[in-house]
């Protein structure tokens, strides 16, 4: 039971470029999360996935397309990468059975865009 | 102004000290609060839930809420070092049910 993966751990972009984040789950979840992380500014959501099929703009969206691919899977694209995208990013699923407050994270993606 | 206000730190302790982590609030439709703890490269974990207002407690950790002064606690007796990482809180409720706003996050650093 691996809970939330995610990959590449870490990855460099060059201004311009674009590049998928992947992320997947097997606690068989309905609802799956992007985020971002920043110093000083906590978690921001970026867009979020109530059920499979379904997805919705969060905090920051803009710069970002998602992709509920099936249950398991929820993948963020950046199409034009720029250096304000520099930034940790969690993807997060929540277990219906115990609220969809407790969210459980993956291990994050460290980018750098130059 | 943001939803959710947490001080940064960062926040240094002696061993054994009890801690003190606060958030603040302005959205009266949270109903659920949630502290995560994150260690360094890691993501973050679930460490206390609550539902509404009162007191939580397991172990060493203690979660408090005061709906009425939109004022959440984290408090955590005997501190070890193994307890040094950054604490968010977190909240959800009304329109914004399933979805969390976290806090700022908290440094804390426990020395031995």
């Known amino acids: 039971n691996a809970g939330v993966t995610q990959t590449p751990k870490f990855q460099v972009l060059k201004t311009g470029q674009s590049m998928t984040l992947q992320c997947a789950q097997d606690m068989n979840h309905n609802s799956m999360y992007w985020y971002r992380q920043d110093p000083g500014m906590g978690l921001r959501l970026i867009y979020y996935?109530?059920?499979?099929?379904?997805?919705d703009k969060g905090e920051v969206p803009n710069g970002y397309n998602v992709s509920r691919l099936n249950k398991r899977e929820f993948s963020l694209r950046l199409e034009s990468a720029a250096p304000s995208q520099t930034s940790v990013y969690f993807c997060a699923s929540s277990d219906p059975g115990r609220g969809l407050e407790t969210q459980y994270f993956g291990p994050g993606t460290r980018l750098l865009v130059l | 102004q943001k939803e959710v206000e947490q001080d940064p730190g960062p926040l240094s302790v002696p061993e054994g000290a009890i801690v003190s982590l606060n958030c603040t609030y302005s959205n009266s439709a949270f109903q659920y609060f949630m502290w995560y703890r994150q260690y360094s490269r890691k993501g973050p974990e679930l460490l206390m839930y609550?539902?509404?207002?009162g007191n939580k407690e397991d172990g060493r950790f203690t979660a408090q809420v005061d709906k009425s002064s939109k004022y959440i606690s984290l408090f955590i007796r005997d501190s070890q070092p193994s307890d040094s990482a950054t604490y968010l809180c977190?909240?959800?409720?009304?329109?914004?049910?399933?979805?969390?706003?976290f806090g700022q996050g908290t440094i804390l650093t426990v020395h031995p």
């Open positions: 609550t539902y509404s207002s």
């Open positions: 996935s109530a059920s499979e099929g379904t997805t």
């Open positions: 977190a909240m959800s409720g009304g329109t914004s049910y399933g979805k969390l706003t």
